[in-house]
């Protein structure tokens, strides 16, 4: 199973929006609706920020936001913040008993 | 609050063996999937290894398969990762996840902080 394919980083400035695609495959990210996202800092513990595609776990910001179509999915964050200077993976099940992840998109915060 | 916390990344010559622990609080351990990831350095994050809430089923990458074991002791709150054959493509930071509920699908909500194995001459 391939990882999936994420672009290396992305940037913006305070208060403008990025966007993260993760481009998989039939039977991965095209399969069904479980899609994740997570947000990783250095030395700490990797966080979710978005699950089943487009749905946020309780105290993840509405400023992240996720989407899909076809074999691709998409983390958006708007009105970029410090903090949110990170490393980001997506995530997909793969149906066959075993996940996949992607190789990770390095945000900064100019 | 939920805590995972993981022990016994040390550093082991290839070809050897290492036991892995993940010491789980604040939740019911045994309503919940456990999971394996690992991060090589300079890396993305890789999935390796899935157990079912029972410990009656389990799953594991082509990477690994046949080289690791996971199990859990629910009486103990604590899942583990048997490591043998090591080579120096197993070294990185090993985090234990929980998934989501009791099923395979979805995703990890609770990640620990991780454990270094390195496997080096």
């Known amino acids: 199973q391939s990882a999936l394919t994420q672009p290396r980083s992305v940037s913006g400035s305070p208060g403008q929006s990025v966007t993260i695609s993760c481009i998989g495959i039939s039977s991965d990210v095209g399969a069904d609706n479980y899609v994740s996202w997570y947000q990783h800092h250095p030395g700490k513990a990797p966080k979710l920020m978005i699950y089943d595609v487009n749905k946020r776990p309780s105290g993840v910001p509405d400023r992240f936001s996720g989407s899909k179509s076809g074999t691709t999915a998409s983390l958006t964050i708007s009105g970029l913040q410090a903090d949110d200077e990170a490393d980001y993976y997506c995530c997909s099940y793969t149906g066959r008993y075993s996940f996949v992840l992607g190789a990770g998109t390095k945000v900064t915060v100019l | 609050e939920v805590h995972l916390v993981e022990s016994g990344g040390v550093v082991v010559q290839p070809g050897g063996s290492l036991r892995l622990s993940c010491a789980a609080s604040g939740f019911t351990f045994d309503d919940y999937t456990m999971h394996w990831v690992r991060q090589v350095p300079g890396k993305g994050l890789e999935w390796i290894s899935l157990i079912s809430w029972d410990g009656g089923s389990t799953y594991y990458a082509d990477s690994v398969r046949g080289r690791f074991t996971i199990s859990r002791d629910n009486s103990k709150d604590s899942l583990f990762l048997q490591m043998s054959s090591l080579r120096t493509e197993d070294t990185a930071l090993y985090y234990c996840?929980?998934?989501?509920?009791?099923?395979?699908?979805?995703?990890?909500?609770?990640w620990g902080q991780g454990t270094l194995v390195t496997v080096s001459t």
């Open positions: 996840a929980r998934g989501n509920s009791i099923y395979y699908y979805g995703h990890f909500d609770y």
